[in-house]
């Protein structure tokens, strides 16, 4: 069950760009206790969203406020450049 | 004197031999400040529509700014410009290493060569002392071994060299120019300039060091930023990795070129050829230029086996075009390529786009091995570093590719030319617009054909760069969003015109997180002008027309300002699946209004007249 039907646990799979790959790790699927957002799977992974300069859902840029369901796709970017 | 100028410019006729120094008022660098605004107005000035470039009239333009004044960090670049033998119009390339650096200290703020000579020569600069010399023997050489030789003709390794391999002396139209055996002026083509006039080598050794307008405060904006640019690129990966560091991340959204613009996804492949894969296995380590707080280059190894090589290593961009590109995962096959592509002197971007040509055209059946003597299947690297060197050396079935992918196309099949993805005739590098939007903008107005340096809009709508001083900011442009590509690329087409006119290596800002404000603080410290953020994009946007007449001059205009047809067909799968920029045509018309240009792409007399071009203009037939 979603989290949106009912408030259950949630899992969505993380995929972590740039330093923060480094540091995490490139995959990893978070748990959510509870309904989240973007900011309570940073919560747990102890990431500041001040570093990040890219969210994407399931495909879609947006803000760490976005809700998320059962089975999304998160993308975490931290700065990346250079391409000559 | 203009502080952070000398006010001269050397100028070489290679017909005549005679070599003299023009005296340039301080008028003149605050219309177009240095680097790609001087080559621009020598372009417009000395060349005509009907200069070709392999003309000796063309002008081959080493230039400088005042940011080689001191040791600011990020000032080992210097432009290079002529008419292009891709684009037959505006070109020019940037490079590091430390000859820039030595020109400047050396008194000169430009070097023009024109003319060609009747056999090979190579340029000596030392200070006053200018000489050309004969340079029979050094004519076949690689590039690496051309430095070498050069240097121990010169005073040894301290002397700075920029030459060019076999490619460039064979007149093979992606030619680049080589500079210390370490970095490369690789697009547009500009080694082949360089063949043309016979002109092996320019070595140089300065002594001088350029008045500055208050040296105090250079020396500590120097140091306060190479110290933070350090901490941003040790933070960020930068210096670590390079920029293998934006593979993985550059396939994930959709950027990275894949089958020459066929394929979607590639996850495997970027993960190998990507940091921090490529680090490892190639022993990786920062080869920087002069005054690089970030080292981006690598130094790379190859111990043994087939691929075995040690120097410089492949950029993402080479990782791309002659990787992911051609279905190609080995970090050391493309190690040996880029090699061999360093030592012929040739461009990997262009080299790439036409071994992804070739390796379509051979899945298509208009190739063939028999018709080509190689397996010129997707994936195999072999056949590619085989076809890399034939290009290089105008040899055999590379030689078909010598005057470049367009040209080539048109020889292998009637239907192949629109497989080709470039602009004006310069290939596009390995960022795609279907992901990236505003790329499409970038690509089809840049003033050299299709680039993204010139704009790096690309890494704004990946999250890595942002220029708050101009309004761009996290989220201020959307993955997917049609809003404000055209604004982005026309700021950041600015910007970067500036940068490419001072001239700083734009990564001190992309990837160093150099602000604009800092820049401008250490720009005002060498030259006393005191000139604010709109004064700098005002002066950009001047540059950027200046370059935009002599493309208007040269035939170019809408007709040309275009993307190729590979970036209007939707993935059918990953980030960018069902998603392109097509219909690209009110982005276009947006840009032309947001620049004050009529529906041609031709500046209006107003956008002239506020700029000060009208003149310009009428030099070049536009008005």
Same mark, same amino acid.
């Given at each position: 069950?979603?989290?949106?039907?009912?408030?259950?646990?949630?899992?969505?799979?993380?995929?972590?760009?740039?330093?923060?790959?480094?540091?995490?790790?490139?995959?990893?699927?978070?748990?959510?206790?509870?309904?989240?957002?973007?900011?309570?799977?940073?919560?747990?992974?102890?990431?500041?969203?001040?570093?990040?300069?890219?969210?994407?859902?399931?495909?879609?840029?947006?803000?760490?406020?976005?809700?998320?369901?059962?089975?999304?796709?998160?993308?975490?970017?931290?700065?990346?450049?250079?391409?000559? | 004197?203009?502080?952070?100028?000398?006010?001269?410019?050397?100028?070489?006729?290679?017909?005549?031999?005679?070599?003299?120094?023009?005296?340039?008022?301080?008028?003149?660098?605050?219309?177009?400040?240095?680097?790609?605004?001087?080559?621009?107005?020598?372009?417009?000035?000395?060349?005509?529509?009907?200069?070709?470039?392999?003309?000796?009239?063309?002008?081959?333009?080493?230039?400088?700014?005042?940011?080689?004044?001191?040791?600011?960090?990020?000032?080992?670049?210097?432009?290079?410009?002529?008419?292009?033998?891709?684009?037959?119009?505006?070109?020019?390339?940037?490079?590091?290493?430390?000859?820039?650096?030595?020109?400047?200290?050396?008194?000169?703020?430009?070097?023009?060569?024109?003319?060609?000579?009747?056999?090979?020569?190579?340029?000596?600069?030392?200070?006053?002392?200018?000489?050309?010399?004969?340079?029979?023997?050094?004519?076949?050489?690689?590039?690496?071994?051309?430095?070498?030789?050069?240097?121990?003709?010169?005073?040894?390794? @301290?002397?700075?060299?920029?030459?060019?391999?076999?490619?460039?002396?064979?007149?093979?139209?992606?030619?680049?120019?080589?500079?210390?055996?370490?970095?490369?002026?690789?697009?547009?083509?500009?080694?082949?300039?360089?063949?043309?006039?016979?002109?092996?080598?320019?070595?140089?050794?300065?002594?001088?060091?350029?008045?500055?307008?208050?040296?105090?405060?250079?020396?500590?904006?120097?140091?306060?930023?190479?110290?933070?640019?350090?901490?941003?690129?040790?933070?960020? @990966?930068?210096?670590?990795?390079?920029?293998?560091?934006?593979?993985?991340?550059?396939?994930?959204?959709?950027?990275?070129?894949?089958?020459?613009?066929?394929?979607?996804?590639?996850?495997?492949?970027?993960?190998?050829?990507?940091?921090?894969?490529?680090?490892?296995?190639?022993?990786?380590?920062?080869?920087?230029?002069?005054?690089?707080?970030?080292?981006?280059?690598?130094?790379?190894?190859?111990?043994?086996?087939?691929?075995?090589?040690?120097?410089?290593?492949?950029?993402?961009?080479?990782?791309?075009?002659?990787?992911?590109?051609?279905?190609?995962?080995?970090?050391?096959?493309?190690?040996?390529?880029?090699?061999?592509?360093?030592?012929?002197?040739?461009?990997?971007?262009?080299?790439?786009?036409?071994?992804?040509?070739?390796?379509?055209?051979?899945?298509?059946?208009?190739?063939?091995?028999?018709?080509?003597?190689?397996?010129?299947?997707?994936?195999?690297?072999?056949?590619?570093?085989?076809?890399?060197?034939?290009?290089?050396?105008?040899?055999?079935?590379?030689?078909?590719?010598?005057?470049?992918?367009?040209?080539?196309?048109?020889?292998?099949?009637?239907?192949?030319?629109?497989?080709?993805?470039?602009?004006?005739?310069?290939?596009?590098?390995?960022?795609?617009?279907?992901?990236?939007?505003?790329?499409?903008?970038?690509?089809?107005?840049?003033?050299?054909?299709?680039?993204?340096?010139?704009?790096?809009?690309?890494?704004?709508?990946?999250?890595?760069?942002?220029?708050?001083?101009?309004?761009?900011?996290?989220?201020?442009?959307?993955?997917?969003?049609?809003?404000?590509?055209?604004?982005?690329?026309?700021?950041?087409?600015?910007?970067?015109?500036?940068?490419?006119?001072?001239?700083?290596?734009?990564?001190?800002?992309?990837?160093?997180?150099?602000?604009?404000?800092?820049?401008?603080?250490?720009?005002?410290?060498?030259?006393?002008?005191?000139?604010?953020?709109?004064?700098?994009?005002?002066?950009?946007?001047?540059?950027?027309?200046?370059?935009?007449?002599?493309?208007?001059?040269?035939?170019?205009?809408?007709?040309?300002?275009?993307?190729?047809?590979?970036?209007?067909?939707?993935?059918?799968?990953?980030?960018?699946?069902?998603?392109?920029?097509?219909?690209?045509?009110?982005?276009?018309?947006?840009?032309?209004?947001?620049?004050?240009?009529?529906?041609?792409?031709?500046?209006?007399?107003?956008?002239?007249?506020?700029?000060?071009?009208?003149?310009?203009?009428?030099?070049?037939?536009?008005?």
């Amino acid at each position: 069950m979603s989290a949106g039907q009912g408030g259950c646990s949630l899992q969505v799979k993380v995929r972590c760009f740039g330093s923060l790959s480094e540091r995490l790790g490139e995959r990893r699927v978070v748990e959510l206790s509870r309904q989240g957002t973007v900011v309570d799977v940073l919560k747990v992974l102890g990431v500041d969203a001040n570093q990040l300069s890219l969210v994407v859902v399931n495909g879609r840029q947006v803000r760490v406020s976005e809700p998320l369901g059962d089975g999304d796709e998160v993308m975490l970017v931290t700065p990346v450049s250079g391409g000559t | 004197m203009a502080s952070g100028y000398w006010n001269r410019v050397l100028r070489v006729d290679l017909s005549s031999g005679v070599v003299s120094v023009q005296t340039v008022a301080e008028e003149v660098w605050k219309l177009c400040v240095g680097g790609a605004g001087y080559a621009a107005k020598v372009l417009l000035e000395e060349t005509s529509k009907d200069t070709e470039p392999f003309d000796p009239a063309n002008p081959l333009i080493f230039a400088l700014g005042p940011y080689q004044a001191g040791n600011n960090p990020g000032n080992a670049k210097w432009t290079v410009a002529a008419k292009s033998p891709l684009t037959g119009t505006y070109g020019d390339s940037a490079a590091g290493a430390d000859w820039g650096v030595a020109l400047k200290r050396a008194g000169y703020d430009a070097l023009v060569v024109k003319g060609a000579a009747s056999r090979p020569v190579y340029l000596s600069i030392n200070d006053e002392r200018v000489e050309l010399k004969d340079a029979g023997e050094l004519w076949g050489l690689d590039a690496y071994q051309t430095v070498e030789a050069v240097q121990g003709r010169e005073g040894g390794r @301290g002397t700075a060299v920029v030459c060019i391999g076999p490619a460039g002396e064979k007149l093979v139209r992606l030619a680049c120019i080589v500079a210390d055996a370490h970095s490369f002026a690789g697009r547009c083509g500009l080694g082949a300039v360089m063949g043309s006039k016979k002109l092996k080598a320019i070595a140089v050794r300065g002594s001088r060091s350029v008045p500055v307008h208050d040296e105090p405060a250079c020396i500590r904006l120097a140091k306060e930023r190479f110290r933070e640019i350090l901490a941003a690129a040790k933070n960020n @990966g930068f210096r670590d990795h390079g920029t293998p560091n934006l593979c993985i991340t550059a396939e994930a959204f959709g950027d990275m070129p894949i089958k020459y613009w066929t394929g979607d996804v590639w996850p495997e492949g970027a993960q190998k050829l990507g940091a921090p894969n490529y680090t490892e296995v190639l022993r990786a380590r920062p080869l920087p230029c002069a005054n690089c707080p970030i080292g981006c280059h690598r130094n790379i190894e190859v111990q043994s086996g087939p691929y075995a090589v040690k120097g410089p290593g492949p950029e993402y961009e080479t990782l791309g075009m002659l990787g992911t590109n051609l279905l190609i995962d080995s970090p050391e096959a493309i190690a040996k390529a880029n090699d061999i592509c360093n030592r012929l002197g040739i461009d990997t971007i262009s080299t790439g786009a036409c071994v992804g040509l070739a390796m379509e055209c051979y899945d298509r059946g208009w190739l063939s091995k028999a018709s080509t003597g190689l397996e010129l299947t997707w994936g195999n690297a072999d056949a590619m570093i085989e076809l890399v060197r034939q290009i290089g050396m105008r040899e055999g079935f590379g030689s078909l590719f010598a005057d470049g992918a367009l040209a080539a196309a048109r020889k292998i099949h009637p239907d192949a030319e629109p497989l080709v993805a470039h602009v004006k005739g310069l290939d596009l590098p390995a960022h795609d617009a279907r992901a990236c939007w505003s790329l499409a903008v970038n690509y089809a107005t840049c003033t050299r054909g299709a680039c993204h340096m010139r704009g790096v809009t690309e890494d704004v709508e990946m999250g890595g760069f942002f220029v708050p001083e101009l309004g761009i900011v996290k989220d201020w442009t959307q993955f997917f969003c049609p809003e404000n590509k055209s604004e982005l690329t026309v700021k950041l087409q600015d910007y970067c015109a500036w940068m490419n006119s001072l001239v700083v290596c734009v990564f001190m800002v992309d990837g160093g997180e150099l602000s604009f404000s800092a820049l401008l603080e250490l720009f005002n410290a060498v030259t006393g002008w005191e000139w604010t953020i709109d004064d700098a994009m005002r002066s950009g946007e001047r540059i950027f027309n200046l370059q935009r007449l002599v493309n208007l001059r040269d035939g170019h205009g809408r007709h040309t300002d275009t993307i190729p047809l590979k970036m209007t067909i939707p993935a059918k799968k990953g980030f960018r699946a069902g998603k392109t920029p097509a219909p690209f045509e009110p982005y276009l018309d947006r840009y032309y209004r947001l620049r004050g240009w009529d529906r041609g792409g031709r500046p209006t007399r107003e956008c002239l007249e506020n700029l000060g071009l009208v003149e310009y203009a009428k030099l070049a037939g536009v008005m």
